[in-house]
């Protein structure tokens, strides 16, 4: 069954600093990779998703990932972290017919 | 702006009182699906719509009921909701043709009590 993890639980990082939120997926066929935010009593909104080509993939509100097919990696980053980025985000997996699954989620906190 | 829409946004019910909640979408996707989302986890898939096909995960309890009565709406169905129900429960849709592609709405607070 495909899974996807996601190493951090919590993230705390300082206003402006650089954040890199890891994800790992398992999967033996090809996959399409995606990375939601959630504020607080909030729905999921897709910050970004991967599904073949360049495997720099850039998202809204500055976040970025990348596809790492030999580590089967999809890492989120951001350059320089705003109070706003604070939320949880969850990365999430598509293989063959299968519905969305997600990973656990990280909690980033910005630090003012 | 097409979108999938739920309500309540905020839904208070009774120790084994039944409870419907609504969700609604202009964009005219095929699937649609119900995720529950308990405090600080990930969104859990319960079941979901191919058009009129109904897939049931295996691991949803019988509780948990669902219905689609056309393209636009779909309803999840709680006959008789517990303490351990309570829940953010999430409808989202998508293309047959872009599985891909997942629209989310804002989500139905459930509170048990």
Known sequence: ?112 | DAMVIQNPRYQVTQFGKPVTLSCSQTLNHNVMYWYQQKSSQAPKLLFHYYDKDFNNEADTPDNFQSRRPNTSFCFLDIRSPGLGDAAMYLCATSRVSGLVSYTFGSGTRLTVV
Do not use: M
């Open chain 1, 1 to 112: 069954a495909q899974s996807v993890t996601q190493l951090d639980s919590q993230v705390p990082v300082f206003e402006e600093a650089p954040v890199e939120l890891r994800c790992n997926y398992s999967s033996s066929v090809s996959v399409y990779l995606f990375w939601y935010v959630q504020y607080p009593n909030q729905g999921l909104q897709l910050l970004l998703k991967y599904l073949s080509g360049s495997t720099l993939v850039k998202g809204i509100n500055g976040f970025e990932a990348e596809f790492n097919k030999s580590q089967t990696s999809f890492h989120l980053r951001k350059p320089s972290v705003h109070i706003s980025d604070t939320a949880e985000y969850f990365c999430a997996v598509i293989s063959g017919n299968t519905p969305l699954v997600f990973g656990k989620g990280t909690r980033l906190s910005v630090i003012a």
